[in-house]
């Protein structure tokens, strides 16, 4: 099986900044896309960043120029950078990864336990 933990969240006021970190564990071969979904009060979980094996990345459009996605091949880790929050950005943080647990080509998609990020004064 595979784990992901996430860390970081919290609170912080409007404008201000805040990183996510997401390390995943277990039986790996390889990662190809990781990355974050979040869900705000009363709302769908929706995409907020990818980044795929290539290190090409997508963003939804409400975070880009804000946030930030980097991804540490080495330790199997994903990082997303978020600036200039705002109070829309509110939501549960949730990590995603496509993980190769052998050296067939078949991908499993895995969910971290979320992470709450609240921007507020």
């Known amino acids: 099986q595979v784990q992901l933990v996430e860390s970081g969240g919290g609170l912080v006021q409007p404008g201000g900044s805040l990183g996510l970190s997401c390390a995943a564990s277990?039986?790996?071969?390889?990662?190809?896309?990781m990355g974050w979904y979040r869900q705000g009060p009363g709302k769908e979980r929706d995409l907020v960043a990818l980044?795929?094996?290539?290190?090409?990345?997508n963003y939804v459009d409400s975070v880009k120029g804000r946030f930030t996605i980097s991804r540490d091949s080495t330790k199997n880790t994903v990082y997303l950078q978020m600036n200039s929050l705002k109070p829309e950005d509110t939501a549960v943080y949730y990590c995603?990864?496509?993980?190769?647990?052998?050296?067939?080509?078949?991908?499993?998609?895995?969910w971290g336990q979320g992470t709450q990020v609240t921007v507020s004064s």
């Open positions: 980044t795929y094996n290539d290190d090409s990345t």
């Open positions: 995603y990864a496509e993980v190769r647990r052998t050296m067939a080509p078949r991908l499993h998609a895995y």
């Open positions: 277990g039986t790996i071969f390889g990662i190809d896309t």
